[in-house]
């Protein structure tokens, strides 16, 4: 999450352990967010000031049996205090399979 401040839309405490934490860098910058939307081909990430659309990012997170994700991709749309769409523009083929078998 950014130190900037929990999203009006964050869910209560009891609903955030199921959440994934996610490292987000953008231009050299990096923060820890989480991923509140996720499928093999994009993320939605809550964040409270987040990147404009169109800006590159690179995402780092773990899925929940220990694989950890690498990602690079394209802010798609942001919304202030909410978050942003990534659309996945380097993601391994194992690490595609791993969120699809853990999205279902």
């Not at 401040?5 to 910058?29: H, I, K, Q, Y």
């Amino acid at each position: 999450m950014s130190a900037a401040g929990v999203c009006a839309t964050a869910p209560t405490r009891a609903d955030a352990s199921d959440l994934l934490r996610v490292r987000c860098e953008v231009n050299g910058d990096g923060r820890e967010c989480r991923i509140l939307d996720l499928s093999p081909n994009r993320a939605f990430v809550e964040s409270f000031v987040p990147p404009v659309t169109g800006s590159k990012i690179n995402l780092q997170f773990r899925l929940p049996d220990g694989h950890k994700v690498l990602a690079a991709g394209v802010v798609s749309y942001h919304q202030f205090r909410v978050g942003f769409g990534v659309d996945f523009t380097e993601l391994s083929s194992q690490d595609c399979e791993r969120i699809n078998r853990f999205v279902g």
